[in-house]
């Protein structure tokens, strides 16, 4: 905790509202505001930060965190990215597998101008499969503004490991274009798995433009605040990237607005491991937060139809919601309760029972049984028949449950946060569940946990622990991942390690070892 | 003729048969899809409907999965490895067969098959996915994997004549490590007549068949759950829940022991046994489904076969014991694939349907 003030501002861009916070230095609120989502999300943004700024003293204010998601949609409705050209390092490896092959063909013909896989790249063992051709780079680069390319990306075998040569074909891609030209290095980008990491680095160079726009447009936002502080952009684990950096690598945005979501809510009900059920209309989104970051998901991760190797949060989604739609068919066919999966969503507050309307929904269920309060009126729900609603109930429960269990990673107990206009519906007591947390300040959480971020730095390399111990190995790469964290803007001092893994190579003889590291610390 | 509207459910069969390992087919399926794309579709014949003098020779990945991530296949060094086995036999290849019908191996010979301009032999010597050269029915027959070869992308060739398919396996893994652990091989050199007397018959049919009837699972078709138990001869064990998942590396395999825990409520649990792919699972202590018998994990919800690297703490997963092919049961197979050759000291259980 700091001695003096200072305060943060939070903004979070979502698809219906945009929220901005401003932090004390104990993590308190000092104010929050929602405004609506602007077709132009930059107008939301100077929106936001003019409501949120009114009596605060902008003069304690050191830094603005952003959250947001122009750089999903523009992929999402396949406008305004860049066109690029696609430079691959591998050959005579990786033949077999065109550059975009398995992409959807509407994005595959907007994004992909021209490809090639050219000699290059290295081997597991760094050794090269082939010196870089750089006769074909530079033909490469000559061809490539031909076909209408914006940018180009470029990705080398192994290259998270040796990046010597996607470094080299970037200087001849300046000789060539001008030290100017766009480009993205794929070792920058993506973890090992050359097609997913390629996916992420073109789907990267293809969002410079955009990311560029927003990024003048927050900052200019803020300078129109006589605000000259820190610029950061929040990336899908949670953790920052300075302003600079997110120009640069837009595609790690992608997808931090659970991220931001989780961690908020985390946050602001002051525990670090928990499963966070956010409830809505339709729908109930499960994720889980261990030492404070949301646990990654395993699965290769789809954005608009291409497959990366992000490392999104993991989440379980259920059509369980406050407007999830009740049907009685036990008088009919005795087929008994039918609950959702369809729900009138947001017209729960127009349509349901409670307020007058016509259609059963979870939340007169929940006011029935005074699970729900300071909505609808009771009196209009208290006819319904009690067997349904102990029924009603008991599914939500199981599902809630289910949910729960399905997050956890172990047996031990953890406290549940129950968030979103739907949290009602869930149950003071969950098996399996320590406690159930209800955050007041919720309604602002994505903001809050874009306010709260820290800086971090990542390692992905293959170690062999037969060459050097284990425990050497694991140091180094801790090493590696602290100095990265410290180059994102972390405070040397207070960096903490939040993940190892280890993943051993199969076949491998002399201990191969894929090694994962985070390293994640305050800002400076 | 197979072509690249047959890929889906050959791959979404070949996972199943990957047993929980087998290699992920994601690749090997991109790689077909280009090679059916470039060079036409591939023609499928049976064994029995060659000269019987005619030569086969089979293809397949060999290194480690996590390399060939990075490393992707040109498809030459498949292409390289058939040719090179073939000079050093002095006779061309009238076809080209998978060796192992279960995971990504399934795959890569259509693909070499088509820029070949070779059919594909309905058939394969495992009809599952196994760890080692020398677990096929092949050695049950007493044919030899040698003279083997090994190729890589570059051009990088050698060819091993060996003594026991035991020595085969640990050759090819020895130089395999020296050329990147992402190369081809092409090992049992057979004519027709042999692959049509030793070999499993009609695997890539079976693959494919399998492959749709899970599909309609997954589709939720009404009924297509007990079909494809029933077409398929197999049988649900178990429908329970992933509570202790305990993964270790021993001489380079990724051995784990998997605890489901009964889904119903009841005290029963499942206990899995894993070396690269399902060995053997413990009902409640007692072992129902061995090796050679597949022991499949099918998600409870999505019904996609989940292979170990997969596989994590609270996964709802449906255990089902498919048979492996007839073609195994006959003199040796306990000694070769049964669970002595794992290791394990636990009898043989017949898969009871």
């Not at chain 2, 759950?225 to 395999?253: I, M, N, P, Y």
């Not at chain 2, 005290?267 to 499949?296: H, K």
């Given at each position: 905790m700091s001695n003096f003030p200072e305060f943060r501002i939070g903004i979070d861009v979502g698809g219906t509202n945009t929220d901005a916070v401003v932090i004390d230095a104990d993590g308190g609120v000092v104010r929050a505001v929602k405004v609506a989502t602007t077709p132009e999300p930059i107008e939301g943004i100077r929106e936001s930060l003019e409501k949120v700024l009114r009596e605060v003293d902008k003069g304690l204010v050191r830094k603005a965190m952003l959250g947001t998601t122009h750089p999903t949609n523009a992929i999402i409705q396949r406008r305004d990215l860049d066109r690029v050209g696609v430079l691959r390092l591998a050959a005579p490896s990786s033949l077999g597998v065109r550059p975009g092959a398995a992409w959807p063909d509407d994005i595959r013909e907007v994004v992909i101008g021209a490809s090639a896989i050219v000699q290059g790249g290295n081997e597991y063992t760094g050794a090269v499969i082939a010196p870089l051709d750089e006769d074909a780079v530079r033909r490469f680069a000559a061809e490539a503004p031909a076909h209408g390319c914006q940018a180009i990306a470029v990705s080398a075998a192994f290259s998270p490991a040796t990046s010597e040569h996607e470094l080299r074909a970037l200087e001849i891609l300046y000789q060539e274009l001008g030290d100017g030209f766009p480009v993205s290095l794929s070792h920058?980008?993506?973890?090992?798995?050359?097609?997913?990491?390629?996916?992420?680095?073109?789907?990267?160079?293809?969002?410079?433009?955009?990311?560029?726009?927003?990024?003048?447009?927050?900052?200019?936002?803020?300078?129109?605040?006589?605000?000259?502080?820190?610029?950061?952009?929040?990336?899908?684990?949670?953790?920052?990237?300075?302003?600079?950096?997110?120009?640069?690598?837009?595609?790690?945005?992608?997808?931090?607005?659970?991220?931001?979501?989780?961690?908020?809510?985390?946050?602001?009900?002051?525990?670090?491991?928990?499963?966070?059920?956010?409830?809505?209309?339709?729908?109930?989104?499960?994720?889980?937060?261990?030492?404070?970051?949301?646990?990654?998901?395993?699965?290769?991760?789809?954005?608009?139809?291409?497959?990366?190797?992000?490392?999104?949060?993991?989440?379980?989604?259920i059509g369980l919601g406050g407007g999830t739609v009740v049907r009685d068919a036990r008088a009919g066919n005795g087929a008994g309760l039918a609950i959702g999966p369809d729900s009138v969503g947001y017209a729960v507050a127009t349509e349901a029972v409670c307020v007058g309307g016509g259609t059963l929904t979870l939340s007169d269920v929940s006011l029935a049984a005074g699970r729900l309060q300071d909505f609808g009126d009771p009196n209009l729900v208290a006819s319904i028949d009690a067997q349904l609603v102990g029924d009603a109930l008991a599914w939500v429960d199981e599902q809630v449950s289910i949910m729960s269990d399905r997050m956890k990673s172990s047996r031990i107990e953890l406290p549940l946060l129950a968030v979103g206009g739907g949290a009602h519906l869930i149950a003071e007591q969950v098996p399996g569940v320590s406690e159930v947390y209800r955050p007041e300040s919720y309604a602002v959480a994505n903001a809050y946990g874009a306010g709260i971020a820290e800086a971090s730095g990542t390692v992905d390399r293959v170690y062999s622990y037969d060459v050097s111990s284990r425990e050497h190995c694991l140091d180094d790469a801790r090493d590696l991942a602290a100095n990265a964290a410290v180059r994102a803007g972390a405070d040397p001092d207070r960096i903490r390690i939040t993940t190892i893994t280890e993943v051993p190579m199969t076949y491998v003889p002399g201990g191969g070892c894929r090694v994962m590291v985070k390293a994640v610390g305050p800002l400076a | 003729m197979l072509t690249a509207d047959d890929i889906e459910a050959l791959c979404l069969g070949a996972t199943l048969l990957g047993t929980g390992g087998g290699g992920d087919p994601y690749i090997a399926k991109l790689v077909a899809y280009q090679a059916l794309e470039t060079y036409g579709p591939v023609e499928v014949v049976s064994a029995r409907d060659l000269p019987s003098d005619a030569l086969v020779l089979?293809?397949?990945?060999?290194?480690?999965?996590?390399?060939?991530?990075?490393?992707?296949?040109?498809?030459?060094?498949?292409?390289?490895?058939?040719?090179?086995?073939?000079?050093?036999?002095?006779?061309?290849?009238?076809?080209?067969?998978?060796?192992?019908?279960?995971?990504?191996?399934?795959?890569?010979?259509?693909?070499?098959?088509?820029?070949?301009?070779?059919?594909?032999?309905?058939?394969?010597?495992?009809?599952?996915?196994?760890?080692?050269?020398?677990?096929?029915?092949?050695?049950?027959?007493?044919?030899?994997?040698?003279?083997?070869?090994?190729?890589?992308?570059?051009?990088?060739?050698?060819?091993?004549?060996?003594?026991?398919?035991?020595?085969?396996?640990?050759?090819?893994?020895?130089?395999?490590?020296?050329?990147?652990?992402?190369?081809?091989?092409?090992?049992?050199?057979?004519?027709?007549?042999?692959?049509?007397?030793?070999?499993?018959?009609?695997?890539?049919?079976?693959?494919?068949?399998?492959?749709?009837?899970?599909?309609?699972?997954?589709?939720?078709?009404?009924?297509?759950?007990?079909?494809?138990?029933?077409?398929?001869?197999?049988?649900?064990?178990?429908?329970?829940?992933?509570?202790?998942?305990?993964?270790?590396?021993?001489?380079?395999?990724?051995?784990?022991?998997?605890?489901?825990?009964?889904?119903?409520?009841?005290?029963?649990?499942?206990?899995?046994?894993?070396?690269?792919?399902?060995?053997?699972?413990?009902?409640?202590?007692?072992?129902?489904?061995?090796?050679?018998?597949?022991?499949?994990?099918?998600?409870?919800?999505?019904?996609?076969?989940?292979?170990?690297?997969?596989?994590?703490?609270?996964?709802?997963?449906?255990?089902?014991?498919?048979?492996?092919?007839?073609?195994?049961?006959?003199?040796?197979?306990?000694?070769?694939?049964?669970?002595?050759?794992?290791?394990?000291?636990?009898?043989?259980?017949?898969?009871?349907?």
């Open positions: 920058q980008v993506g973890s090992l798995g050359l097609l997913e990491r390629e996916n992420a680095t073109i789907l990267n160079a293809a969002l410079l433009s955009v990311a560029s726009r927003v990024i003048s447009g927050f900052e200019d936002a803020l300078a129109g605040h006589d605000l000259a502080i820190d610029a950061y952009l929040t990336q899908n684990d949670g953790t920052l990237l300075t302003a600079v950096e997110a120009g640069r690598f837009p595609v790690l945005t992608l997808g931090s607005g659970p991220t931001n979501s989780m961690r908020g809510a985390c946050a602001l009900a002051g525990v670090d491991d928990a499963i966070v059920i956010d409830v809505g209309g339709t729908s109930a989104d499960a994720g889980i937060l261990v030492d404070g970051f949301p646990r990654e998901s395993t699965a290769a991760v789809e954005v608009g139809g291409v497959r990366t190797n992000f490392r999104m949060p993991d989440l379980l989604s | 089979t293809t397949a990945v060999i290194g480690a999965p996590t390399v060939i991530l990075e490393k992707i296949p040109a498809g030459t060094e498949f292409v390289a490895s058939v040719r090179s086995l073939a000079s050093y036999l002095g006779k061309a290849p009238t076809a080209i067969m998978p060796i192992e019908v279960g995971g990504c191996n399934t795959l890569f010979p259509i693909a070499t098959a088509a820029e070949m301009g070779l059919p594909i032999v309905n058939a394969d010597s495992m009809r599952r996915a196994f760890p080692q050269i020398e677990m096929t029915v092949f050695t049950l027959a007493g044919l030899p994997a040698g003279p083997l070869s090994v190729a890589d992308e570059k051009g990088n060739q050698c060819v091993f004549e060996t003594t026991s398919n035991q020595v085969a396996e640990t050759l090819a893994r020895t130089a395999v490590i020296q050329l990147g652990l992402a190369n081809a091989i092409s090992c049992y050199p057979l004519t027709a007549g042999q692959v049509a007397e030793h070999g499993i018959q009609d695997s890539l049919t079976y693959c494919t068949e399998v492959g749709h009837l899970l599909q309609a699972v997954k589709d939720g078709q009404v009924g297509a759950w007990e079909r494809f138990l029933g077409e398929s001869g197999s049988r649900a064990f178990f429908t329970g829940k992933v509570v202790d998942l305990d993964r270790r590396t021993t001489d380079g395999f990724a051995r784990s022991t998997v605890i489901l825990e009964d889904l119903h409520g009841s005290d029963s649990t499942m206990r899995i046994e894993v070396q690269n792919e399902n060995l053997i699972a413990f009902y409640d202590g007692q072992p129902v489904i061995t090796t050679p018998n597949l022991i499949c994990l099918l998600d409870c919800e999505s019904f996609d076969p989940i292979t170990t690297e997969a596989l994590a703490y609270g996964n709802r997963v449906i255990v089902i014991g498919m048979p492996c092919a007839p073609e195994w049961h006959q003199d040796g197979m306990l000694e070769l694939v049964g669970p002595s050759a794992f290791g394990y000291d636990i009898d043989f259980v017949e898969l009871s349907v």
